[in-house]
């Protein structure tokens, strides 16, 4: 079962433009992370944020969380062709032992 | 490229066949999860393995199986297969069993049961 759910589903702009992606959750939670994926490959870690923590930053991206709304969103600034990819949130409902993933945004960066 | 390995990159099979499916694991790293991804269910975590010891299950179908082994290489098998198990099954592999640590993915093994 899913415990993220991201939106919106599908999100497209221009190069050079601001992307933002949400996550929300359902359960309490030990860390958030943020995951790449291209078409037809493996996920890859983007970036972790532990649950006292209210905002991270890691190059172009810039993750923020809110544990009273369960809600967590991707910023990556300046896109580019690139970045054209899906993207995913996990968390762990706390079990601290599996992760859980979210339904994806679809990012497409029109050159 | 994430340093794990999955074999083999695509499988085509028949309904009701057995298949195994192969993960060798980033250097230095114990835990191996296996998931399953679909267009209709995402992303969906099957079961997890550290240091050769079974540690998380998720939904994982009784037809399915795995194992860590000594060497820290996994294989998921797969049996008495169905249209419905058509999917990209990835593995993914982590320092140490918790969540504090970031999953690093293969490439995934691409499953058509036909």
């Known amino acids: 079962s899913q415990q993220g759910e991201e939106d919106p589903q599908a999100l497209s702009i221009q190069e050079g433009e601001n992307a933002t992606m949400n996550c929300s959750y359902k359960?309490?939670?030990?860390?958030l992370q943020w995951y790449r994926q291209n078409s037809g490959r493996g996920l890859v870690h983007l970036i972790l944020?532990?649950?006292?923590?209210r905002e991270k930053h890691s190059g172009r991206l810039r993750v923020t969380l809110d544990t009273s709304k369960k809600s967590s969103s991707l910023l990556i600034t300046a896109s580019r062709a690139a970045d054209t990819a899906s993207y995913f949130c996990?968390?762990?409902?706390?079990?601290?032992?599996?992760?859980?993933f979210g339904t994806g945004t679809s990012l497409t960066v029109i050159p | 490229d994430s340093g794990v390995t999955q074999t083999p990159k695509h499988l085509i099979t028949a309904t009701g066949q057995r298949v195994t499916l192969r993960c060798s694991p980033r250097?230095?790293?114990?835990?191996v999860y296996w998931y399953q991804q679909s267009l209709d269910q995402g992303l969906q975590f099957l079961i997890q393995?550290?240091?050769?010891?079974?540690?998380a299950k998720g939904n994982i179908l009784e037809r399915f199986s795995a194992q860590q082994f000594p060497d820290l290489h996994s294989e998921l098998n797969l049996s008495s297969l169905e249209l419905g198990d058509s999917a990209l099954y990835f593995c993914?592999?982590?320092?140490?069993?918790?969540?504090?640590?970031?999953?690093?993915f293969g490439n995934g093994t691409r499953l058509t049961v036909t």
């Open positions: 359960t309490s939670i030990n860390n």
């Open positions: 996990a968390t762990d409902r706390n079990t601290g032992n599996q992760f859980y």
């Open positions: 250097s230095g790293d114990l835990s």
């Open positions: 944020i532990r649950s006292n923590e």
């Open positions: 993914a592999s982590s320092v140490g069993p918790g969540t504090f640590s970031p999953l690093h």
């Open positions: 393995y550290y240091n050769g010891e079974e540690r």
